[in-house]
């Protein structure tokens, strides 16, 4: 049928921008590794107590970056996917459903949801225990606020995804790729990557729909603030189981 070949063209043209857009997380995370690594050059040479703030709302703003990319893709996901169950004959207004759909996840934000993004957590975290091997003084409440925030992530499990996707089992080491961002649990993606290696073949990213295809030990870090909130998860659970 005309209308059903023209909608298998048309999903095709979005299948397309929404690899080309997933590829853009990369340069989100790339820009917040540089934004962490210039906040800890600056506390280590004891540089204005400002200039540091300038680069946690770097951070912010790409963390609101992030959700906007997220959140679009989402939109363009779930109209496809709703227009593919409908199995409709002609092709309707993508654009404005799209449009629609992005409008409402978008009225959900709040600006906690910035400070709540993962590696915004990593980033205050680390400038945390940077600032104590320095013999910084801590702020009582910044320290209250990192623990909120920890909380607020283990009792909102849909902020993060503690599960990993080699093993599809709860993290306890999470690894998270400077490349393309996802995180993996440690054990698992270091055997991975050195078998495929011991084959001569490139480690792709295990993560569904990842454009990654050469992974490489030194493309991993700890992630400290996952961790924390994986943890904290366990103790509230522990509380309740207690109560």
Same mark, same amino acid.
């Given at each position: ?110 600006? !906690?949801? %910035? ?6 957590? *990593?980033?205050? /975290? #680390? &400038?945390? @225990?940077?600032?104590?091997? !320095?013999? %910084? ?6 320290? *209250?606020?990192? /623990? #909120? &925030?920890? @909380? ?16 599809? /089992? ?74």
């Amino acid at each position: 049928m005309p209308g059903r070949s023209s909608l298998a063209v048309s999903f095709s043209s979005v299948d397309s921008s929404l690899s080309s857009l997933k590829n853009c997380q990369a340069y989100i995370n790339t820009g917040m590794e540089i934004a962490t690594n210039v906040a800890l050059d600056l506390l280590e040479t004891e540089s204005d107590e400002g200039e540091v703030k300038n680069m946690e709302n770097v951070m912010l703003d790409y963390a609101a970056m992030d959700r906007e990319l997220n959140q679009f893709i989402q939109a363009v996901e779930d109209i496809t996917n709703q227009v593919r169950r409908e199995q409709l004959e002609k092709i309707p207004d993508l654009k404005a459903l799209v449009k629609d759909r992005f409008a409402e996840l978008q009225s959900r934000n709040t600006d !906690l949801d %910035l400070q709540r993004n993962v590696r915004f957590k *990593q980033f205050k /975290e #680390q &400038l945390r @225990e940077t600032g104590k091997q !320095l013999g %910084l003084p801590e702020d009582p409440a910044e320290e *209250q606020t990192i /623990e #909120q &925030l920890d @909380e607020d992530i283990a009792v909102t499990q849909s902020q993060v995804n503690f599960t990993c996707p080699v093993t599809q /089992e709860e993290m306890k080491r999470p690894m998270r790729n400077k490349v393309c961002g996802h995180i993996y649990e440690e054990e698992a993606i270091l055997n991975m990557i050195q078998n495929r290696h011991q084959k001569n073949k490139k480690a792709r990213c295990p993560k569904v729909g990842c454009d990654n295809s050469d992974m490489k030990e030194t493309d991993l870090v700890l992630d400290t603030a996952l961790k924390r909130a994986i943890e904290n998860l366990h103790k509230q659970k522990g509380k309740q189981h207690s109560m």
